[in-house]
């Protein structure tokens, strides 16, 4: 089992809808996670982080966290075609305190016009 | 704020080459991260620094990988001999403490080619 899963995608939605993207983690002791959005050729960049269960919402962005499922999803309201790339769902946690970001192996989002 | 600088942007060589790469994470940053990511992939971490001592390199190929961060600032990631496998953008991060609630913030990468 991964120790982080996503859907590989990709992911289609016209212009203007909600995308929904999921993630799963195995570490019940995880306690940090993190949405970051990869344009293809660049590196990773850091949309949203949450520590506690529930919603967070920053914009256009919502991330959803339930650490009894071990899941965490982030819906992209209006989406937009710029809003098209890879999101990689990271997980930090478990029994030390380190920092160790483990990483999904991304979903990709194709926003249609 | 400046970002993290990572040089060079792009590198090939030929297998059983060797190759090294730079990285400069952002100022006043304690934990430094390398992490490989191969074409259709998620980073998988190759190794992590606070200041200059080794967290975790669980995963560093240590055959061939090696990596250094003299003076707790600067960092190097050095493969010898390389793989056709080696093919990948290896990724330099750096976070301000390392701790479960400090985001992690990367460089541009350096996408290494082996032929």
């Known amino acids: 089992q991964k120790e982080v899963e996503q859907n590989s995608g990709p992911l289609s939605v016209p212009e203007g809808a909600i995308a929904s993207l999921n993630c799963t983690y195995s570490d019940r002791g995880s306690q940090s996670f993190f949405w970051y959005r990869q344009y293809s050729g660049k590196s990773p960049e850091l949309i949203m982080f949450?520590?506690?269960?529930g919603d967070k919402e920053d914009g256009r962005f919502t991330a959803q966290l339930n650490k009894a499922s071990q899941y965490v999803s982030l819906l992209i309201r209006d989406s937009q075609p710029s809003d098209s790339a890879t999101y990689l769902c990271a997980v930090i946690g478990g029994s030390s305190n380190t920092g160790k970001l483990i990483f999904g192996q991304g979903t990709t989002l194709q926003v249609k016009p | 704020e400046a970002g993290v600088a990572q040089s060079p942007r792009y590198k090939i060589i030929e297998k059983r080459q060797s190759v090294a790469f730079w990285c400069n994470p952002i100022s006043g940053h304690a934990t430094l991260y390398w992490y490989q990511q191969i074409l259709g992939q998620g980073p998988k971490l190759l190794i992590q620094f606070q200041n200059n001592g080794v967290v975790d390199d669980s995963q560093l190929p240590k055959d061939r990988f090696s990596a250094e961060r003299l003076k707790g600032v600067d960092s190097t990631l050095k493969i010898q001999p390389a793989k056709l496998e080696d093919s990948a953008v290896y990724l330099c991060?750096?976070?301000?403490?390392?701790?479960?609630?400090?985001?992690?913030?990367f460089g541009n990468g350096t996408r290494l080619t082996v032929t």
């Open positions: 991060a750096s976070s301000f403490s390392g701790g479960n609630n400090s985001p992690l913030h």
């Open positions: 949450i520590y506690s269960n």
